[in-house]
């Protein structure tokens, strides 16, 4: 096997420099541990920013993805196949949505959104309404491409890479300042959003808030993409994360924990949105792609299992109060629904408080200046205690 240091090389000369990586090189694992070149071990509370829902190389899942391998790995969209027809069927079944565009990514499965809010409002408005505004929030995150970089609510996304894609309004979560927008600017197609802001520091939205918006959008024909891809498949203690407050989005944006650790995205439309996008509107070649499906499915079957979300939902009320147990005085806030956590500690950094938990054995994410824990949904109990331990010993 390669030691760390052949591993860091051949990294940093052939891979381009877009990564700030840790000095750790992780090779297998099992559930939320994760083991690296030396055969040290860790406690995942990252899931390798949520994708891992299932832990590292849960035995049904691996299962499928081999069979799925062995049998057939692709076969285009030219064809049907079994698989991915399966996995569209179970996330209808599941959310109430009628159909689904299958993406590879988060940042796909938006742009598939923002194509279909824009269409819809060109096909029924038509093209000299100009109707293709979308409202997204200030400090959102969307996304990587030129179009949902364009989308996210930062500055700091909003650099070098001009011109960026024009027809994104950000507005605060305030009720009236979204109403004032769409009014004074009249071109407003959607408003866009994640229910707690995941890369922004894990801010919540307020279902109160959520309920309003939905209700003044119903009214005004603006479509509600609800951006779900760190949010969604039970991490927040629900399956959907705006099932919380009860609204109902028009488009609904997954991706990370869908595949369970294989790249895969999901576009899912409801009655209003279902038949906007027709042939050759869009399209992916290895969207959908039947191992990346097989894996979705043992996913989507374990989290939609009896008592699994409430699970969730309990692990991360035990992680909030082990937290404070073991680190009160250290701790000004926690935010976050079930297993999608942010820290803010008073004595260090988030950034330092994660380069020496890992040190210690423990793997955590920051978000702005939070910690983020995303541990997967599968942790044990037993785990928790550990990591918290080690986390508890850095300070
Ligand atoms: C809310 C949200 N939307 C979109 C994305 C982009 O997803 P991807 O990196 O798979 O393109 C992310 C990734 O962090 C995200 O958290």
């Known amino acids: 096997m390669s030691t760390f240091n052949d ?146 609510g930062q500055d700091v996304f909003h650099n070098y890479f001009f011109p960026f894609t024009d027809g994104f309004l950000f507005c605060a979560p305030d009720l009236d300042e979204i109403k004032n927008t769409v009014m004074s600017d009249g071109h407003v197609c959607a408003v866009m959003f994640e229910t707690i802001q995941g890369e922004g520091g894990v801010l919540p939205l307020d279902d109160g808030f959520l309920r309003d918006l939905s209700a003044f959008a119903a009214k005004e024909d603006i479509l509600l993409i609800v951006d779900e891809i760190q949010t969604g498949i039970a991490r927040t203690g629900r399956f959907l994360s705006y099932m919380h407050s009860g609204i109902s989005p028009d488009i609904v944006t997954l991706a990370k924990g869908l595949g369970g650790g294989l790249p895969i995205g999901a576009c899912l439309f409801n009655e209003k949105t279902e038949k906007v996008l027709s042939f050759g509107d869009h399209g992916s070649t290895f969207g959908g792609n039947p191992v990346s499906c097989a894996g979705a499915c043992v996913v989507l079957d374990k989290v939609t299992s009896d008592g699994f979300c409430g699970e969730v939902e309990k692990k991360g009320e035990y992680i909030k109060a082990k937290l404070f147990e073991k680190l009160g005085d250290e701790i000004t806030e926690i935010r976050g629904r079930g297993l999608m956590l942010g820290i803010d500690f008073k004595s260090k950094p988030a950034k330092q408080i994660v380069a020496e938990a890992l040190k210690k054995g423990v793997v955590m994410l920051t978000a702005k200046q939070s910690v983020r824990l995303l541990p997967p949904l599968t942790i044990t109990y037993e785990d928790i205690d550990e990591g918290i331990e080690k986390l508890a010993s850095i300070f």
């Open 7 to 152: 591993i860091k090389k051949q990294d940093n000369d052939f891979i381009a420099n877009t990564y700030a990586r840790f000095d750790v090189a992780f090779v297998s694992g099992k559930n939320a541990r994760f083991i690296d070149e030396s055969g040290k071990e860790y406690i995942d509370f990252g899931s390798g920013i949520g994708t891992n829902s299932l832990g590292i190389a849960n035995d049904a899942w691996a299962e499928a993805v081999s069979l799925q391998a062995s049998r057939m790995q692709h076969c285009s969209n030219l064809y049907y196949n079994p698989v991915t027809a399966k996995l569209a069927e179970k996330l209808c079944r599941t959310t109430g949505m009628k159909k689904v565009f299958f993406a590879n990514s988060g940042a796909e499965a938006n742009e598939c959104g923002i194509k279909t809010a824009r269409k819809y409002s060109f096909d029924k408005y038509g093209a000299d309404a100009c109707r293709n505004k979308i409202i997204t929030l200030k400090n959102s995150f969307h996304g990587r491409t030129v179009t949902t970089l364009s989308a996210t």
